[in-house]
């Protein structure tokens, strides 16, 4: 082997033994850091790029990279620790999507000597944020990208008097520098502070413990808010008690208006829970959040109340997970969001979680959409010449107040300011565009016609509306806005914006152009030089042979291809620079000088316009409270258009639904929709109409085969009500809506999200949840429920609910059900009505189950009393001889089961008891199992072993919940759910 070869070859070894010793340095300073706390991303900032870890590098990998080919395993063990990289950019965007959308939190280590070797075994935690908490990362992570959904931060401090729970909220949006509170009493199933996330559109909770008393009540509302999606942080009491909450409002809030002196402070509870909330934000250490909060009370009643199911069931919001269906139009959001604004898709999320009850506010956002259906022009002239180039006035403001903006932002705002003129132009002009295109013009002496006289008042309500809602704050913001559209003249170049340059106009200050002066002098010495040179190489000054140029290390200088290279060589005047593969470079004495002139120069003048550049963003910042109002009517503008355009861009355009007033009208939807459903590939969706009639249908029973469209029926009708509640348009041919004051829903038992219950527990809960809140004036929609157990406790819980909603609440109900039996609830209750969705079948004597079915998916009135489920299995391709054993089975369990008579016959153990006692008893089967739980875990591992012989470990788990039981038992029977009731429900 030639030395040179061998030398390298070990230099090679050395150099991997070395970096070996230096992972496993790492490895072992890694596996010494503090675990991550659950739901946690930690990232490791290594100066040129950033390092996940172990399973970190694993979910990076997965989530991210969509491979594991991506990851190396650090260390000399056989099993190293795995590890990926991530470029500055890639771990942006992957940090963006842990915090906004699979709800994680994040942690940034850098190392702690600032060293940055692979080996370093000391490091320190340098920025933690959550889903919540955006804060510490806001300015890397969100400077240049849009932040579409809010960060918003729930506390809640739960208290418990006599009995009665009061929950103190607070909350925090801090993109949006807004603190709200709210207090009020609720239910054990803590559904105000449900209804409550859902509205707040809440990512992450702060649980503030206190007492060890209510530990069970407080268990109870955390697995609540995880069932709404809401990431946890639980805080001590006792971590937030420095401080007075009152001092640090003064200090935060806008306005000169005492803290104390408003009426946010009479929610003592909610207070408390705003100091834990300022402190865990780490508010006052910002002095740019000085005088820049709101404070507001959140009113719950304000808006139409969904649970943590109707947000799935109505596939409200994109799957946070990601997992599912990522197709944009999976859900209602992502359906109409087509905001041209951050401003306005952030408003779309929250005006979808936030349904509203005021009539009056519904058909004012109804006219402005129709309005903007009406005129394409005119709508497309909004979006495109206007929208399209509105920034996100709040954050550049929020940038502004921190003193972090720079000279582009004071300039698109500037843009966006020259633009109002026009746009307060085509708002004015948009409605009289439709005067003169209209049939609707009235002729002096004419006798006017109803029609044009209805349509010249309706276009009378939408100029009103434009003009009250838009064009009033538009003007003023315009005027409001001149002077700064002069300063912004006056101090900035904007002649060299072409060039995407962002500097000081040199004239505006006078040491500024005196350095400027200058700066050309250099400029112009430069030039002379470059031509020297040329003259005396004897060649063209055009850059084609003789490149002058300026590099990062040596400033100007020139370059020759080595090929030319030879004319300076043995030259005295020329000073070669470097020899590469790409030419030589090189400079002369009078070059050098110049250059180093030219760096000075630059550097004074950067110098002189950086302490300009403040004083422009300080002036800009006095302007922020106008940004924020015009960011205001911006996301509003852009959120109607936005819902204009998607009702018009529907496979078919929706239409405008007639609310009724609060408490009167009945639902009735003709050729109604699913709207995600419909615009999905390969469907050819079947409309289907929906009455629910006040005293005559307002219950409807859904009966039918498997998979053929019940669910999808019921579920789309809720989402029509929500979208008409929202001002939307809506996917009907005609649609009449009363004014719901909440959503509820209670869908499959799979997805259901509480942990550690049975399914028929889970089931319980969330249905007594239902009939604690429902209202008459309540949209309740159940599907399949009692599925997750057997068929007897299944229907008896089904018929008791159906029945209470039916007789005693008065809610519009819709209910799905595979139980053929509870169609005989029609027959009690006047009201109740019966639905079922049709299916074709024709006898085929070549099939398995002798019957060809169609699912047609049209629903129809009346019961269905087939059972199509195996049909349906044989559609879906099930194996032959599954379909003809679930035949077999079907066959004897037909002969075996015997048809209820009469409804009291079918009804169950439960039917007879109030919803308060059904309330009661899950509540303590729930209790009960928890105490059987918690025992079984508590025996021995080796409890099987010790057990007698013959009785295995479930025997004695069994043995355990005989004796729990007895402990129960007569609390049970107190509350009406006797022994005989539990034997047949359980
Ligand atoms: N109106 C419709 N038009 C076209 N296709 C439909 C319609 N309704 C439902 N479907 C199709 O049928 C599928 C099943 O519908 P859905 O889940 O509503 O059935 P289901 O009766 O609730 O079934 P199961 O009883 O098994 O829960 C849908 O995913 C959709 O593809």
């Given at each position: 082997m030639?030395a040179l070869?061998?030398?390298k070859?070990?230099k ?6 070395k ?14 850091l503090p675990?991550?706390?659950?739901g946690?991303i930690r990232?490791f900032d290594?100066s040129?790029?950033y390092c996940?870890?172990?399973?970190d590098a694993f ?23 795995p590890?990926v ?30 060293g940055?070797g692979?080996g ?7 920025k933690?944020a959550s ?5 510490p ?6 400077t240049y990208?849009d932040?579409l959904a809010?960060p ?5 401090r739960?208290?418990v008097?006599d009995n009665?729970?009061?929950i ?5 949006d ?7 509170v709210s ?14 996330l859902?509205?707040l559109?809440a990512?992450e909770c702060l ?5 060890k ?10 697995t609540?808010?995880?069932r709404?999606g ?11 008690t ?21 009426p946010e ?6 207070m408390?829970?705003v ?8 508010l006052?250490?910002?002095s740019?959040?000085?005088?820049a909060?709101a404070?507001?009370?959140h009113?719950?009643s304000?808006?139409m109340?969904l649970?943590a199911s109707a947000?799935r069931?109505?596939?409200?919001m994109p ?6 269906n990522?197709?944009?139009t999976?859900s209602?959001?992502?359906l109409?969001?087509?905001?041209k604004?951050?401003q ?6 929250m005006w979808?979680k936030q349904?509203?009850?005021?009539r009056h506010?519904?058909?004012q956002r109804q006219?402005?959409v ?5 005129s394409?022009?005119?709508?497309q ?6 929208l399209?180039?509105m920034?996100d006035f709040h954050?550049?403001?929020?940038r502004f107040?921190?003193?972090a903006?720079s000279l582009e932002d004071?300039?698109r705002?500037y843009q ?8 307060v132009?085509?708002l ?8 003169e295109?209209g049939d609707?013009e009235?002729q002096?002496?004419?006798?006017v016609e ?8 309706r276009?009378k309500?939408w100029k009103?509306l434009?003009e009250?809602l838009w064009?009033q ?7 409001s806005?001149?002077p700064?559209?002069e ?6 170049d904007l ?5 995407h340059?962002f500097v ?5 200050d006078?040491s500024?152009a005196?350095i400027?002066?200058?700066l050309?002098?250099v ?9 020297e040179v040329?003259r005396d190489l004897?060649m063209?000054p055009?850059?084609?042979v003789?490149?002058?140029e300026?590099t990062t290390l040596?400033?100007?200088c020139f370059?020759?291809t ?12 020329y000073?070669e ?8 470079y090189f400079?002369?004495k009078?070059l050098k000088?110049?250059?180093d002139?030219?760096r000075?120069c630059?550097k004074?003048?950067?110098k ?5 550049v403040?004083e ?9 409270e ?8 911006i996301?509003h503008?852009d959120?109607i ?7 018009l ?7 405008k639904p007639?609310i009724?007033?609060r408490?009167?009208?009945?639902l ?7 709207p995600?459903?419909e615009?999905?590939?390969?469907i ?9 009639e ?9 009966t ?7 669910s ?6 809720a989402v029509v009500a929500l979208l ?12 009449e ?12 038992a ?8 049975s399914?028929?527990?889970?089931e ?9 809140q429902a209202?008459r ?5 159940i599907?399949?429920l009692g ?5 007897y406790d299944g229907f ?6 159906s029945e209470?909603l039916?007789t ?6 819709l209910f799905?059900?595979h ?5 005989a609830?029609?027959?009690q209750?006047p ?12 006898s085929?004597p070549?099939?398995?189950?002798g019957?060809?079915?169609t ?7 009346g019961?269905c ?6 049909h349906?299995a ?8 599954v379909?003809?054993?679930?035949k077999?089975k ?8 015997e ?5 009291d016959?079918?009804?169950p153990?439960?039917a007879?008891?109030?919803p308060?006692a059904?309330?009661e ?8 199992l928890e105490t ?6 508590e025996?021995?591992?080796?409890a ?13 788990e069994?043995?355990e919940?005989v004796r729990c039981f007895?402990?129960y038992?007569?609390?049970f029977?107190?509350?009406g759910?006797?022994?005989e ?5 359980y």
């Amino acid at each position: 082997m030639p030395a040179l070869q061998y030398s390298k070859e070990k230099k090679d070894k050395e150099q991997e033994q070395k970096d070996k010793a230096e992972e496993d340095r790492f490895v072992k300073a890694f596996a010494k850091l503090p675990a991550r706390p659950a739901g946690t991303i930690r990232l490791f900032d290594r100066s040129e790029f950033y390092c996940a870890y172990g399973e970190d590098a694993f979910f990076v990998a997965n989530h991210h990279y969509k491979t594991q080919t991506v990851l190396k395993y650090l260390g000399s063990n056989e099993d190293g620790l795995p590890s990926v990289t991530l470029s500055h950019a890639v771990a942006q965007a992957f940090l963006r999507d842990a915090l906004t959308t699979k709800q994680l939190r994040v942690e940034i280590w850098e190392p702690e000597s600032g060293g940055v070797g692979r080996g370093s075994t000391k490091w320190k935690l340098v920025k933690a944020a959550s889903p919540g908490n955006l804060g510490p990362v806001e300015d890397l992570l969100f400077t240049y990208t849009d932040l579409l959904a809010s960060p918003v931060l729930v506390a809640i401090r739960l208290q418990v008097k006599d009995n009665v729970k009061t929950i103190g909220v607070a909350f925090a949006d801090t993109s949006m520098q807004e603190l709200g509170v709210s207090e009020y009493v609720d239910n054990e199933l803590f559904s105000n502070t449900e209804a409550l996330l859902i509205q707040l559109g809440a990512k992450e909770c702060l649980v503030i413990e206190q007492d060890k008393a209510h530990e069970y009540d407080l268990n109870k509302l955390k697995t609540l808010i995880e069932r709404c999606g809401v990431v946890i942080t639980e805080r001590k009491k006792s971590e937030f008690t420095s401080g007075s909450v009152e001092q640090d409002l003064n200090r935060l809030l806008r306005g000169s208006l005492q803290a104390a002196s408003r009426p946010e402070f009479d929610h003592k509870i909610a207070m408390s829970a705003v100091a834990a909330l300022i402190s865990y934000l780490a508010l006052m250490q910002d002095s740019s959040n000085f005088g820049a909060y709101a404070l507001r009370t959140h009113d719950l009643s304000m808006y139409m109340r969904l649970d943590a199911s109707a947000l799935r069931a109505l596939n409200l919001m994109p799957d946070p997970t990601g997992l599912g269906n990522s197709s944009k139009t999976m859900s209602v959001f992502g359906l109409l969001n087509r905001c041209k604004t951050a401003q306005g898709t952030r408003l779309l999320a929250m005006w979808l979680k936030q349904p509203l009850v005021n009539r009056h506010v519904i058909l004012q956002r109804q006219d402005l959409v129709e309005c903007l259906v009406e005129s394409q022009e005119f709508r497309q002239a909004i979006t495109d010449d206007f929208l399209k180039s509105m920034p996100d006035f709040h954050r550049i403001s929020k940038r502004f107040q921190k003193g972090a903006a720079s000279l582009e932002d004071v300039v698109r705002v500037y843009q966006a300011v020259l633009l109002l003129p026009g746009l307060v132009t085509v708002l004015e002009r948009g409605v009289e565009v439709e005067d003169e295109d209209g049939d609707a013009e009235m002729q002096d002496g004419e006798q006017v016609e109803n029609g044009a006289e209805k349509e010249e008042s309706r276009e009378k309500r939408w100029k009103g509306l434009i003009e009250e809602l838009w064009l009033q704050h538009l003007r003023t913001h315009n005027e409001s806005l001149l002077p700064y559209q002069e300063m912004v003249e006056t101090t900035i170049d904007l002649s060299e914006l072409d060039r995407h340059n962002f500097v000081i106009k040199p004239d505006f200050d006078k040491s500024l152009a005196a350095i400027r002066e200058k700066l050309e002098a250099v400029r112009d010495g430069l030039n002379e030089e470059h031509e020297e040179v040329a003259r005396d190489l004897g060649m063209e000054p055009d850059g084609k042979v003789l490149h002058f140029e300026q590099t990062t290390l040596y400033g100007y200088c020139f370059r020759l291809t080595r090929k030319e290279s030879a004319v300076i060589r043995n030259k005295k005047n020329y000073i070669e620079l470097k020899n590469q593969t790409n030419g030589m470079y090189f400079t002369t004495k009078a070059l050098k000088q110049l250059n180093d002139e030219y760096r000075d120069c630059t550097k004074e003048y950067e110098k002189k316009q950086s302490q300009l550049v403040k004083e422009v963003i300080q002036i800009a910042s006095s302007y922020c409270e106008v940004l924020e109002t015009l960011n205001t009517v911006i996301a509003h503008i852009d959120v109607i258009t936005s819902i204009a355009t998607s009702s018009l861009n529907a496979p078919i355009p929706y239409t405008k639904p007639t609310i009724f007033e609060r408490g009167g009208g009945s639902l009735k939807l003709e050729e109604a929709r699913h709207p995600c459903l419909e615009v999905q590939e390969g469907i050819d969706f079947i409309a289907n109409d929906c009455h629910l009639e006040r005293d005559v249908s307002e219950f409807s029973i859904i009966t039918g085969p498997n998979a053929g469209g019940k669910s999808v029926f019921i579920r789309q009708t809720a989402v029509v009500a929500l979208l008409a509640q929202i001002g939307s348009f809506v996917p009907c041919s005609f649609a009449e809506i009363p004014i719901f004051d909440s959503i509820l829903c209670r869908v499959g038992a799979g997805d259901s999200q509480l942990k550690g219950v049975s399914t028929f527990m889970a089931e319980m809960l969330e249905t007594s949840a239902i009939l604690r809140q429902a209202t008459r004036d309540s949209l309740v929609i159940i599907d399949e429920l009692g599925r997750g157990t057997s068929t007897y406790d299944g229907f008896g819980l089904a018929w008791a609910i159906s029945e209470h909603l039916s007789t005693v609440t008065r809610a519009s109900v819709l209910f799905a059900t595979h139980f053929h039996e509870l169609t005989a609830l029609a027959n009690q209750v006047p009201h109740v009505k019966n639905l079922h969705v049709v299916a074709h079948v024709e006898s085929n004597p070549d099939t398995l189950t002798g019957k060809d079915i169609t699912l047609l998916y049209k629903v129809m009135p009346g019961i269905c009393d087939q059972s199509f489920g195996i049909h349906v299995a044989q559609l879906a391709n099930f194996p032959d001889e599954v379909v003809k054993l679930a035949k077999r089975k079907a066959d004897d369990l037909e002969d075996f089961t015997e048809k209820p008579e009469s409804a009291d016959a079918a009804e169950p153990a439960i039917a007879h008891l109030s919803p308060e006692a059904i309330a009661e008893g899950t509540a303590l089967v729930e209790a009960f199992l928890e105490t059987w739980a918690s025992r079984t875990a508590e025996l021995p591992a080796a409890a099987a072993d010790e057990a007698p012989a013959g009785e295995t470990r479930e025997d004695v788990e069994l043995k355990e919940l005989v004796r729990c039981f007895e402990e129960y038992q007569s609390k049970f029977e107190g509350s009406g759910w006797t022994r005989e009731v539990l034997a047949k429900t359980y």
